[in-house]
């Protein structure tokens, strides 16, 4: 039997599952598909209705820790460099530009926005030591 390959619709699809039957549910699918699906190519339409059918976007906002948990475990997987360390400045990115976004462009009330206001120092907070 030829090897199949993954479209790209079909990989992001089986990326954002949830997997609740982990790898044997996972392994099934590869059997099912790689005997049932025509071509060299899986496609969407290819792929079982649960999986075929589209995540609803609340749904999809909601669940932004899982897939972030997701991601943590591939990449823990791959041996990179830590994981703060490419995570963290993609967050600082996503959360920055949704603060700039919701104040149109404002970096001081963004700043706000995103907890980064100045802190009153104890010298200048008008208790003496």
């Given amino acids: 039997m030829d090897a199949k390959s993954l479209a790209p619709e079909a ?3 089986l990326a954002a599952y949830d997997w609740p039957g982990n790898v044997r549910e996972l392994v099934n699918l ?13 496609h969407l339409a290819d ?7 589209r995540p609803t976007e609340v749904a999809t906002q909601a669940d932004w820790a899982t897939a972030l948990g997701r991601w943590a475990e591939r990449h823990a997987l791959t041996g990179e460099p830590p994981l703060l360390d490419t995570a963290q400045p993609q967050f600082e990115r996503v959360l ?6 919701r104040t149109h462009g404002h970096r001081q009330e963004a700043a706000r926005l995103l907890g980064w ?6 010298a200048s907070s008008g208790t003496s030591a």
């Fill in 11 to 13: 990989l992001a699809r």
């Fill in 30 to 42: 590869c059997r099912r598909l790689s005997v049932l699906a025509p071509g060299s190519e899986v």
């Fill in 47 to 53: 792929l079982p209705p649960e999986l075929a059918a």
């Fill in 96 to 101: 920055i530009r949704a603060a700039l976004k």
């Fill in 117 to 122: 206001g100045r802190t009153p120092s104890p």
